[in-house]
């Protein structure tokens, strides 16, 4: 097994910066995710106005893998490595919020390449993505980054909302990304 290095806040990407998510990022990324509160219910957690601050505090204590995303100057939303399995060389990339201006520009495919990239450069093998079943645009935005669909896992988690979710399973791989 390959030696897999310390992941940390991917190289910028011209208007793309990512930063480890701290304290100084509260109040933006608060404002971000009160710019579209019909969304959380497609989440595991909601970072909606009453559950936000609480959801934030859990972030800070996962330090170096959450990021508080930025387009140019301006936070847009947030991405992390997630269910880190160094011993295994996998990963998963999720806890995904972007504000509407930037949905459907390409911005996420810029961050989600920008993670792989760097996931992938830091010597994991197997990057997975795992969305709600009901969210057809997440699903579709990941097939097209050209993960593949590896079936639904029934059941797999219950939600904020008390929703038992199916949960639709994506994976890339070292040797298909690099082709």
Known sequence: MGHV????APPAAGTLRLEPIAERHRFALK?????D???WPIYSV?????HFDAQFD???TRPGNAFAVFDDERLVGMSAYINLKPEFQTLEIGNTYLVPAVRGTGFNRR???LMIDHAFACGYRRIEFRID???ARS???TARLGAHFEGIIRAERITWTGHVRDTALFSILAGEWAE
């Open 111 to 113: 961050l989600k390449r």
């Open 58 to 60: 859990a972030l800070l």
């Open 139 to 141: 699903k579709a935005a």
């Open 37 to 39: 509160e019909a969304i």
């Open 133 to 135: 079943d009901r969210n």
């Open 46 to 50: 909601s970072y909606d106005a009453q």
């Open 5 to 8: 290095g310390l992941l940390s």
């Open 31 to 35: 404002a971000a995710c009160a710019e």
